[in-house]
């Protein structure tokens, strides 16, 4: 069968993989074209265009790269009319699939959304659209199955991938001497996977991590953007930079800084401690306040519907709060204790292992 998978980010590519590992399985003689990234390629997918060169951030960075969106876009419907896929899977990237979704439509090829957009969060209007565009939606959130229910369309709740990425990770029990580290505990720093967003977060965590000098720090690097970058951020500091070992940074760290997104679920699964930061550019952030409707920026948060983990956004993300918040997942015992007992309430909600192949065996059954 002929696949054709759009992921627009670095988690996106992560779980496109784990898809593609187990539709490989499955299907004898597969096909795969994908836009996405350096572990779908791996896993076996011919990549049409790296993520690298899709992901803007934020209102004020999508109206500035229009013209390169909506370029885009239009490569990619003459690239699925030219490949003629049995079944389109898109991968979250909501601004992009969802015009995806509504030319495959019209063009009679199945569309199969894995991991939905988060549409609770904002833009709920977006439903009529995935109603009307969408043959199946697979969700890994629990509270996503009754959201869609609300609004009368069936889901398929698989679990999140993210249990079973962890779950067959090989630690490396030579992480330190392999990238000759010291001896003293680490200090994860987690900035995001945008250039706009690194430049903008890094400097502010480094201030804050750089006073706990009985720490060594570690900046999980994205495998997309190269180490130059972060050595122009990082200057003169003693700080390593690792760059596609995020998973033995984690597994050794006794704490992390880390921006909103999938590495706070992360980082939490691994039941490391963490402080969230996140700083948007003023108008985009000013415009997001105005339209999300949830009340937590982390996924650790909204799975939970509490405040499991301290969120520091836009004015409160500076290095002196962040030092604060760092230093109670630090040093206070108590604090470290109730963070872990929830991390395991957190792993029984997400649901058992098995997301990637629950979604293969679906997509590769309707196709």
Known sequence: MKYYIIAGEASGDLHGSNLIKELVKLDLQPTIRAWGGDLMKKAGAEIVKHYRDLAFMGFTEVVMNLKTILKNISFCKQDILAFKPDVIVLIDYPGFNLRIAEFAKKNNIK?????????????????????KNVDEMLVILPFEKNFYAKHKMKVHFVGHPLIDAIQNFNKNPNFKSLHNLSPKPIIALLPGSRKQEIKKILPIMLEAAYNFTEYQILIAAAPSVEIDFYQDIVKSRSVSIIQNDTYNILNSSSAALVTSGTATLETALFGVPQVVCYKGGAISYLLAKKLIKVKYISLVNLIMDKPVVKELIQDNCNALEIQLELSKVLLNNDTISE???????????????????????????IS
Do not use: D
């Not at 309430?345 to 590769?364: P, R, T, V």
């Open 339 to 365: 963070l872990k007992l929830e991390m395991i309430k957190l792993k029984e909600i997400l649901g058992g292992s098995g997301a990637s192949e629950k979604a293969a065996n679906l997509i590769y059954s």
């Open 111 to 131: 569309v199969v959304y894995y991991i939905s957009p988060q549409i609770w969060a904002w833009k709920e209007n977006r439903i009529t659209e995935i109603k």
